[in-house]
């Protein structure tokens, strides 16, 4: 059983963002991007590859917005901290983020890639 990659990450980083210390204003993570939202996580679903049984591969692009640069780099540090911590939680093995890339937009944007190795078969997410 392939588990919902897209959904599970969405709800894993909604989790760490609103568990930090740091006074935080409201994050948005989402696979679909708000307008109105000043902060945002937007999680995007790039596909994967079957390994041996019962491993695969997911590969997410990941845009991060904020209303200035310094925080959205802070904050795609955070989204790049809570990925590498989801290794070894099932149904995630292993979790390779990228460094963030600064783009140019309107809205000062950082973009990340992922690729998590999971387990096929537990969907405890």
Do not use: F
């Not at 679909?32 to 596909?47: C, F, L, N, T, W």
């Amino acid at each position: 059983m392939m588990p919902n990659i897209l959904d599970a990450t969405v709800a894993y980083l909604d989790d760490c963002l609103h568990g930090l210390d740091e006074q935080l204003p409201p994050i948005w993570v989402t696979a679909a991007k708000a307008d109105k939202e000043s902060y945002q996580v937007v999680i995007r679903d790039d596909g994967g590859e079957l390994l041996e049984y019962p491993r695969a591969t997911a590969h997410l692009g990941i845009n991060i917005y904020a209303p200035t640069e310094s925080e959205a780099d802070l904050l795609a540090n955070y989204v790049r901290w809570a990925l590498s911590e989801w290794a070894d939680a099932r149904p995630v093995l292993l979790a390779t983020p990228s460094l963030p890339h600064q783009i140019a937009d309107i809205t000062p944007r950082r973009y990340l890639t992922a690729e998590l190795t999971i387990l096929l078969g537990k969907t405890n997410i």
